[in-house]
C-alpha cells in the first residue's frame, strides 16, 4: 500500500491546502483526497507539482508498506 504524507510535509513548510491547491492546480477536492489517502492514482505531472510546490521529493511525500 502507498501511504501519502502530504499532510505532514505540508505542516513542515507551513502551507494551506488553499495555499497548495492553488500553486499545483488542482481542485481543494482532489488534493483532499490525496491528503486524507484515499486516491486511487495520481498524475505524475501532479507528484512533480505537488514536489515543486513543498519543495521536496516523492521520497518526503510517499511511503510503501506492505499489506499483510
Known amino acids: 500500500m ?4 502530504l499532510d505532514v510535509m505540508m505542516a513542515k ?14 481542485t481543494l477536492a ?3 483526497i490525496l491528503k486524507n489517502n484515499k ?4 498524475r505524475f505531472s501532479t507528484l512533480e ?3 515543486e510546490a513543498l519543495d521536496c521529493s ?8 506492505p499489506e499483510k
Open 58 to 65: 516523492i521520497a518526503d511525500i510517499m511511503e510503501y508498506v
Open 30 to 32: 482532489n488534493l483532499s
Open 39 to 42: 486516491a486511487k492514482a495520481i
Open 13 to 26: 513548510r507551513k502551507m494551506s491546502l488553499n495555499e497548495l491547491s492553488s500553486k499545483v492546480g488542482i
Open 49 to 51: 507539482a505537488i514536489c
Open 2 to 5: 502507498i501511504i501519502l504524507h
